[in-house]
């Protein structure tokens, strides 16, 4: 059975920075295509970033420039840093496979205050 467990959200200032961690269990993480999601109140989960088993990555709108996705195969986990934050980057922020869409975890809240 496949577990995502996402952490590291929090609250921080504007301009801040924090680094989410996706941990999975039931797949092996280096060999699928791997994305960040943010969920908003009244809003569909939308695509942040992904990283591909080449290692390749992909962003969306405003993330381009202040967040980093990356693999770290030997933990299998997968981790979005996120500079620069802004009070838009507020949400619920998941990992999933999009090829795949397993079971969503908890997420993990991030709140930016102006």
């Known amino acids: 059975q496949v577990q995502l467990v996402e952490s590291g959200g929090g609250l921080v200032q504007a301009g801040g920075s924090l680094r989410l961690s996706c941990a999975a269990s039931?797949?092996?993480?280096?060999?699928?295509?791997m994305g960040w999601y943010r969920q908003t109140p009244g809003k569909q989960r939308e695509l942040v970033a992904t990283i591909r088993s080449t290692g390749k990555t992909t962003y969306w709108d405003a993330a381009e420039g202040r967040f980093t996705i990356s693999r770290d195969n030997a933990k299998n986990t997968v981790y979005l840093q996120m500079n620069s934050l802004k009070p838009e980057d507020i949400g619920v922020y998941y990992c999933?496979?999009?090829?795949?869409?397993?079971?969503w975890g908890q997420g993990t809240q991030v709140t930016v205050s102006s």
């Open positions: 039931g797949i092996n993480l280096r060999h699928i295509l």
């Open positions: 999933n496979a999009p090829e795949f869409h397993y079971d």
